[in-house]
């Protein structure tokens, strides 16, 4: 282990773990995009924790990605963090959820660890700044090269939004035109599984899921077109909303998969709060994210493109999920539980897996 993960590790992890998460996420999110305006503090970044090893590149959907790591969506969810992630091996992130108006998210808290879960229950309830404010501030920063930007869309959390389907299908389809119509993102991912919003995950329904991909269709876009799903389904009902995207040629691929809505999957459920508050990141989707990611390359090949997330603690859960099928994996709470040294890792583990004799 390298000095500067060991003093993760050992120092500044259980100074923070002391730290309520909602003010730490804050904080680091605020450090990021400080760290970001400057040569000098990406210069610091990049010694740290770029992965400087043979070349890794992978080309997806017409996307290359410098590394095959992305950040998941819900860590970043402003864009605020695009100039510094690739400084951190990552070869690229999905920002958001974004939504079609600012939604202020669930009360506080929004997050709670469970450390001896490996987990974190999520309840932010999509809290983002809107998608026009998203576009201002995407326009307004530089790119960095080779560093791909997906955007995740999702419902606004809020009761106006929410009061019935057809509003829902408009408050997705605005958010949609918009960022095609701005020319922002590489690629975007339609998010039909978040368990925290304020009308459920009303669009996991066949039906409903069917309206929402053909009101989709009817706008014009040349960007990949990703679709987050839950994980929570059983097999059988996760096949009919496959079936389902499979009749749309603008679906390109998956994202596998978002939180967990089952605490009794815990290692210690008594550690949960007591009633349902969001879902569950970390090990608890590990195992149900790797089978569908699995059953879904061997029902559809080539298919769907696939990017696996969901309880990528360590460099050899993220190769389990690349031998599950997917084509690229997405982190937070590895990050979280491990330190920023963990895509470099990664990007080294799959160096290592792509040609073993090196």
Not at 71 to 85: C, N, P
Not at 112 to 123: A, G, Q
Not at 291 to 298: A, G, M, Q
Request: proline share 5%; glycine share 8%.
């Amino acid at each position: 282990m390298r000095l500067i993960d060991t003093l993760y590790a050992k120092a500044l992890k259980p100074i923070l773990f002391r730290i309520h998460p909602d003010y730490v996420h804050d904080w680091f999110i605020a450090l990021g995009e400080f760290s970001g305006k400057f040569a000098l503090t990406r210069g610091v970044m990049s010694g740290l924790y770029e992965y400087r090893g043979k070349d890794i590149s992978k080309t997806v959907d017409g996307i290359t990605y410098r590394t095959p790591v992305l950040l998941s969506a819900g860590f970043d969810a402003d864009g605020r963090l695009t100039r510094v992630l690739s400084h951190l091996s990552f070869g690229g992130e999905e920002i958001g959820s974004t939504t079609a108006y600012p939604c202020e998210g669930n009360p506080r808290p929004r997050m709670t660890r469970l450390i001896r879960n490996k987990s974190i229950v999520v309840y932010k309830g999509l809290r983002n700044q809107g998608v026009d404010a998203l576009i201002a501030r995407l326009k307004r920063t530089p790119r960095t090269p080779g560093y791909v930007l997906g955007i995740s869309i999702a419902r606004t959390n809020t009761k106006e939004s929410c009061a019935d389907n057809t509003a829902g299908i408009a408050d997705f389809a605005l958010s949609f035109k918009k960022l095609n119509e701005a020319n922002i993102g590489d690629y975007y991912t339609i998010n039909i599984s978040c368990p925290n919003a304020f009308a459920g995950e009303t669009f996991n329904t066949p039906e409903l899921f069917a309206a929402l991909l053909s009101e989709l269709a009817t706008i014009p876009t040349k960007k990949p077109m990703y679709i987050k799903m839950p994980i929570n389904h059983s097999w059988e009902d996760f096949q009919t909303l496959l079936a389902i995207a499979d009749k749309h040629s603008f679906i390109r691929g998956l994202v596998i998969g978002n939180l967990n809505k089952d605490y009794s999957e815990l290692d210690h459920p008594e550690d949960a709060p007591k009633e349902f508050r969001g879902g569950l990141s970390g090990k608890p989707c590990f195992a149900r994210s790797n089978d569908l990611i699995r059953r879904t390359r061997e029902a559809y090949a080539d298919r769907f493109t696939i990017i696996g997330v969901g309880g990528t603690l360590t460099p050899e859960d993220a190769m389990a999920k690349f031998a599950a099928g997917a084509d690229l994996v997405q982190v937070i709470t590895g990050m979280i539980w491990n330190g920023p040294g963990l895509m470099r890792e990664i990007c080294e583990a799959y160096a290592r897996r792509q040609d073993p004799t090196s």
